[in-house]
């Protein structure tokens, strides 16, 4: 879900700026499809990767105290 609509968000004002309102729904369109289908994959694979990693560092600083 959060890939989907970070994908839809990204993708709405980066057609908007870069194309204005020209064939705005075809490009808007073809852009989040291309979006999400980088988008979900790297939320499920590299999610819990950053997540680790903060939880790491985390608990260097708490232990560190």
Known sequence: MMGGFT???VSFVL???N???TDFISHWIKSWMIAF???VPIVIFI???IKNAAVKLT???I???
């Open 7 to 9: 994908s839809f968000v």
């Open 19 to 21: 194309n204005g309102l």
């Open 15 to 17: 057609t908007m700026v």
């Open 59 to 61: 608990e260097i600083t």
């Open 63 to 65: 232990n560190t105290e």
């Open 47 to 49: 999610a819990p990767l």
């Open 37 to 39: 289908c980088l988008a």
